[in-house]
C-alpha cells in the first residue's frame, strides 16, 4: 500500500492513500489488523479519501512498525469486516457535524450568491414539509409543535415574510439533526454496553475434553462449557451440570434463575454460580440478545424524562401561542401584529436546548471517564436522595489481607489450614479468595496436587474433597445454617473474639470446623471524603450493605462516616433492601462491583458499576466508571445536577425572552421580521450554552488538592 504521512504528533499518525484505496467495509478490516497489534489502541479509517488516522504507544520503533504494516498490505490482503463500536459511534459524530456543516455552509451559499427570486422559491420549497406536516397534525386533530410551525411558516409566506420564514426552518432543521444525533448516540451506547467482547469460548469435544477457540469459529451444535461469572456467549441448551445465571439483561428480572439439564440460556446472560455444558442454537446475529438490540432501534426509552417532557411542554404552549395570535388579531385587527406573535415560537427553543444539553453532558461524562448509557439515567442520578454501597471492592480497595489463621481442633495446624482453603479458594474469583491463595504463596505453601476437583453447590458455596473428606469454605451464614458445621461453645468464643476485629472465613472437614482465617480490607483512602461530599451535594441516605459480621461491619462504618449499614447480607437481600428503600419514596443509586451485586443494581432507580467490576455488573449497570476514582460519583453529580439546572435556566431565559417579544410584537414596537430575528438569534444562543460544559476544568484538582492537604 502506497501512502502520505498527513500528520504526526507522536502518539497519533494520519495517513492517506487517496480515493478509491479501499471501500468502507475494507476500512473496517485494515483497522481490525492494525488493532491486532498490543501498542495500537485505535484505529480510523475514510474510505472517502483512504485516510488511516492510528493511536499508539508513541516511540520510533513503533511508528516504524505501524508503516512496514502499511506497507506490507496488498489488494489481496484487503477484506470486508463489520465495524467496531467505537467506530460506529465516531461516524455518527462525524456523520451529525457533517450534516450540520452542510446545512451552514448552504445557508450562508443561499444568501450570498443566489439571486433574491431564487431564494424566495427555495424557501416555499422548503416550506412545503412544515406545511404537510401541520395539515397532518391539522386533520389529526392534534395541536401541537408541528401545527405550529405549520402555521407560523405558512404565515410568514403569505406576508412574503420570506426571511423570518427561512431562519425559523433553519433553525428547526437543527433542532431535528440535533434530536436524531442525541438518540443515535444514545442507542450507540446502549448497544456498545449490550453487545459481547467474547473473543474466545471453551469447546468440549466428543472425548469429553476442553479446548479454547475463537468465538467467531463457533457452529450450531457444537457444546461449549461455561464457568462461574462468564457471559453466555449464544443461545442453547443445557446439556449438563446446573447453574444460576442471571438474565437481567434480558428480562429485567434481578434474581438469578436455576438454569439445569434441557433448560434454554441466551447470549448476553451471566452465570452467578455453577458450571453448565450448552448446545449451540444460535449464535451472533440470530440471537435473542441481537433481535432485543435491533429493537432498541425503536426504543424511546432513551430519553431523559426531561426531555420528554420538554417536548410535551413545547406541545401544551402551542394551544396558548394560537390563543395569543388569534386574541391580538381580534383586539388589533392587523395582521402584521398577529403575526409577530405567531413568529414567537417557545417551542423551538425549548425543543433545541433540552438534547443539547442532554447529550453535551452525556459527552462531558465520556470525557472525564464515565460510560452513561442513557439521558435519563444521568437524570435519575441527579434526583437521587439515597445511595446504596456495597462494601468490597467499593469502599474497599478490594484487596483485602490475611491478618490471622486460627486453628480450631487439634487435627491440623495453622499452616495445614491456609494450605487446605488455599486449596479450595484458587478456583473462585473473588478477593477474599484470592488474598488467601497470596498469603499461602507467600508462605510456601504448595497446596496443587492436595484436593480433587472443586464443585460449586448451586446457590450455596463451594465444596471439594479433601483426603477423602468433605471439605467446605466460606461464610458463617453457609457453613452454620446451609451445611449444619456443628460449633463447641470454645470455638464459638475464639470466634466472637476475632469477629470482632476482622471478617472471618470458616473452614469446615467432614462436618466440623477446623480452622478461621481472619481477613481485613482497609477502606479506600478518599472513601470518608467522598461520602461527605455526596451529603453536602443533596445525598439524604446513604446506606453500606456487606456479607461481613456485625463487628466487622459496625468498625468500617465507623471509619467511613456512615451511620446506616447493614451486615451479613445476602445478594438476594441486597436486591430487597433496595426494594425497600424505592417503596418508601426514596430514588436510590445502588454501587457495586460485583456478581452478587447485580440484582440490587438491576433494582436501583440508576446503578453504577467501578472499573474492575465482574462482567455482570458492568452489564447491568446504568453508569460505568472507567477509572478505579471513587472521586467519579462525585463528579458525576455535580455534573448531573448541573445538566438539570442548566435546562431549567434555558426554560426562564426562553420564557423571559420570547415573552417580551410576544409584548413588543403585541404593541407593535417590533415587526414579525424584527420579531423572528430575535427569537432566532436568541434561541441560537441558548443552543450555544447548552452545550457550554457543566465542570469546571480544575475542580476536581482543587478538591483533590484539598483533601490531600
Known amino acids: 500500500m502506497k501512502f502520505k504521512v498527513m500528520y504526526d504528533n507522536g502518539s497519533r499518525i494520519r495517513v492517506r492513500s487517496g480515493q478509491w484505496a479501499f471501500t468502507k467495509e475494507e476500512g473496517y478490516g485494515l483497522a481490525s489488523l492494525l488493532l491486532n497489534q498490543s501498542f495500537i489502541h485505535e484505529v480510523y479509517t475514510s474510505h472517502r479519501n483512504g485516510s488511516i488516522t492510528v493511536y499508539y504507544d508513541g516511540d520510533e520503533e513503533n511508528k516504524q512498525k505501524i508503516f512496514d504494516i502499511l506497507k506490507s498490505i496488498t489488494l489481496d490482503d484487503l477484506f470486508e469486516a463489520e465495524p467496531t463500536q467505537i467506530q460506529v459511534s465516531k461516524e455518527i459524530t462525524d456523520d451529525f457535524y457533517l450534516k450540520l456543516s452542510k446545512m451552514i455552509f448552504n445557508r450562508i451559499g443561499y444568501r450570498l450568491f443566489l439571486p433574491m427570486p431564487i431564494r424566495n422559491a427555495l424557501t416555499i420549497y422548503h416550506a412545503a414539509k412544515y406545511i404537510w406536516e401541520g395539515l397532518d397534525s391539522l386533520t389529526a386533530f392534534r395541536c401541537d409543535v408541528a401545527l405550529l410551525d405549520g402555521a407560523a411558516v405558512a404565515g410568514a409566506l403569505l406576508h412574503k415574510q420570506y426571511k423570518p420564514a427561512g431562519s425559523m426552518m433553519f433553525l428547526l432543521s437543527i433542532s431535528d439533526a440535533l434530536e436524531d444525533y442525541t438518540i443515535q448516540k444514545a442507542k450507540s451506547t446502549l448497544k456498545d454496553s449490550l453487545a459481547l467482547n467474547i473473543d474466545t469460548v471453551w469447546v468440549v469435544g466428543e472425548d469429553g475434553e476442553e479446548k479454547q477457540c475463537p468465538a467467531v469459529d463457533i457452529d450450531k451444535g457444537?457444546?461449549?462449557?461455561?464457568?462461574?461469572?462468564?457471559?453466555?456467549?449464544?443461545?442453547?441448551?443445557?446439556?449438563?451440570?446446573?447453574?444460576?445465571?442471571?438474565?437481567?439483561?434480558?428480562?429485567?428480572?434481578?434474581?438469578?434463575?436455576?438454569?439445569?439439564?434441557?433448560?434454554?440460556?441466551?447470549?448476553?446472560?451471566?452465570?452467578?454460580?455453577?458450571?453448565?455444558?450448552?448446545?449451540?442454537?444460535?449464535?451472533?446475529?440470530?440471537?435473542?440478545?441481537?433481535?432485543?438490540?435491533?429493537?432498541?432501534?425503536?426504543?424511546?426509552?432513551?430519553?431523559?424524562?426531561?426531555?420528554?417532557?420538554?417536548?410535551?411542554?413545547?406541545?401544551?404552549?402551542?394551544?396558548?401561542?394560537?390563543?395569543?395570535?388569534?386574541?391580538?388579531?381580534?383586539?388589533?385587527?392587523?395582521?402584521?401584529?398577529?403575526?409577530?406573535?405567531?413568529?414567537?415560537?417557545?417551542?423551538?427553543?425549548?425543543?433545541?436546548?433540552?438534547?443539547?444539553?442532554?447529550?453535551?453532558?452525556?459527552?462531558?461524562?465520556?470525557?472525564?471517564?464515565?460510560?452513561?448509557?442513557?439521558?435519563?439515567?444521568?437524570?435519575?442520578?441527579?434526583?437521587?436522595?439515597?445511595?446504596?454501597?456495597?462494601?468490597?471492592?467499593?469502599?474497599?480497595?478490594?484487596?483485602?489481607?490475611?491478618?490471622?489463621?486460627?486453628?480450631?481442633?487439634?487435627?491440623?495446624?495453622?499452616?495445614?489450614?491456609?494450605?487446605?482453603?488455599?486449596?479450595?479458594?484458587?478456583?473462585?474469583?473473588?478477593?477474599?479468595?484470592?488474598?488467601?491463595?497470596?498469603?499461602?504463596?507467600?508462605?510456601?505453601?504448595?497446596?496443587?496436587?492436595?484436593?480433587?476437583?472443586?464443585?460449586?453447590?448451586?446457590?450455596?458455596?463451594?465444596?471439594?474433597?479433601?483426603?477423602?473428606?468433605?471439605?467446605?469454605?466460606?461464610?458463617?451464614?453457609?457453613?452454620?445454617?446451609?451445611?449444619?458445621?456443628?460449633?463447641?461453645?470454645?470455638?464459638?468464643?475464639?470466634?466472637?473474639?476475632?469477629?470482632?476485629?476482622?471478617?472471618?472465613v470458616y473452614l469446615a472437614i467432614d462436618g466440623k470446623l477446623e480452622g478461621i482465617i481472619c481477613i481485613d480490607d482497609p477502606v479506600r483512602e478518599e472513601a470518608k471524603y467522598v461520602i461527605e461530599e455526596l451529603k453536602s451535594l443533596g445525598i439524604e441516605n446513604v446506606i453500606m450493605l456487606t456479607g461481613d459480621s456485625e463487628s466487622g461491619a459496625k468498625a468500617g462504618a465507623e471509619a467511613l462516616g456512615i451511620t446506616e449499614y447493614r451486615s451479613q447480607v445476602l445478594p438476594e437481600e441486597k436486591s430487597r433492601i433496595v426494594e425497600e428503600l424505592k417503596a418508601e419514596g426514596k430514588t436510590v443509586i445502588m454501587v457495586g462491583d460485583g456478581i452478587n451485586d447485580s440484582p440490587a443494581l438491576a433494582a436501583a432507580d440508576v446503578s453504577v458499576s467501578m472499573k474492575n467490576s465482574s462482567d455482570i455488573a458492568r452489564e447491568v449497570a446504568d453508569i460505568s466508571l472507567l477509572s478505579d476514582d471513587l472521586y467519579d460519583l462525585v463528579t458525576l453529580r455535580k455534573l448531573s445536577v448541573g445538566m438539570l439546572d442548566k435546562i431549567d435556566t434555558n426554560y426562564r431565559n426562553i420564557v423571559e425572552v420570547n415573552g417580551s417579544l410576544l409584548v413588543l410584537g403585541v404593541l407593535g414596537v417590533i415587526s414579525p421580521s424584527t420579531s423572528s430575528m430575535i427569537h432566532n438569534f436568541s434561541t441560537m444562543l441558548f443552543g450555544a450554552l447548552s452545550t457550554k460544559s457543566v465542570l469546571k476544568d480544575d475542580e476536581s484538582i482543587e478538591v483533590k488538592a484539598t483533601e490531600v492537604a
Open 222 to 504: 457444537d457444546k461449549i462449557k461455561i464457568h462461574m461469572g462468564d457471559v453466555i456467549p449464544v443461545d442453547g441448551k443445557v446439556i449438563e451440570g446446573d447453574a444460576m445465571v442471571n438474565e437481567a439483561s434480558m428480562t429485567g428480572e434481578p434474581l438469578a434463575v436455576h438454569k439445569k439439564i434441557g433448560k434454554t440460556v441466551h447470549a448476553g446472560t451471566v452465570v452467578e454460580e455453577g458450571n453448565i455444558v450448552v448446545e449451540v442454537y444460535s449464535m451472533n446475529k440470530e440471537t435473542r440478545l441481537n433481535k432485543i438490540i435491533d429493537l432498541i432501534e425503536n426504543s424511546e426509552e432513551l430519553k431523559a424524562d426531561t426531555q420528554s417532557k420538554a417536548e410535551k411542554l413545547a406541545d401544551s404552549i402551542v394551544p396558548y401561542s394560537f390563543l395569543a395570535t388569534a386574541l391580538t388579531y381580534l383586539i388589533t385587527g392587523n395582521p402584521t401584529k398577529a403575526l409577530s406573535v405567531l413568529m414567537v415560537d417557545f417551542s423551538c427553543a425549548i425543543k433545541l436546548t433540552t438534547p443539547l444539553s442532554i447529550i453535551s453532558a452525556m459527552r462531558e461524562a465520556s470525557d472525564n471517564r464515565m460510560m452513561v448509557k442513557g439521558g435519563k439515567f444521568l437524570e435519575n442520578y441527579a434526583n437521587a436522595d439515597t445511595i446504596v454501597f456495597d462494601k468490597t471492592g467499593t469502599l474497599t480497595n478490594a484487596t483485602p489481607e490475611v491478618v490471622d489463621v486460627i486453628p480450631m481442633s487439634r487435627r491440623y495446624k495453622r499452616d495445614d489450614i491456609l494450605r487446605m482453603a488455599a486449596c479450595i479458594e484458587e478456583h473462585f474469583a473473588h478477593s477474599i479468595a484470592t488474598a488467601i491463595v497470596k498469603q499461602a504463596e507467600k508462605e510456601g505453601l504448595k497446596h496443587e496436587e492436595d484436593h480433587s476437583e472443586v464443585k460449586y453447590i448451586v446457590a450455596h458455596g463451594i465444596v471439594t474433597e479433601y483426603d477423602g473428606k468433605r471439605a467446605v469454605i466460606g461464610s458463617r451464614h453457609f457453613l452454620f445454617d446451609d451445611e449444619k458445621v456443628k460449633v463447641t461453645k470454645t470455638q464459638e468464643r475464639k470466634i466472637n473474639k476475632n469477629a470482632e476485629e476482622h471478617s472471618v
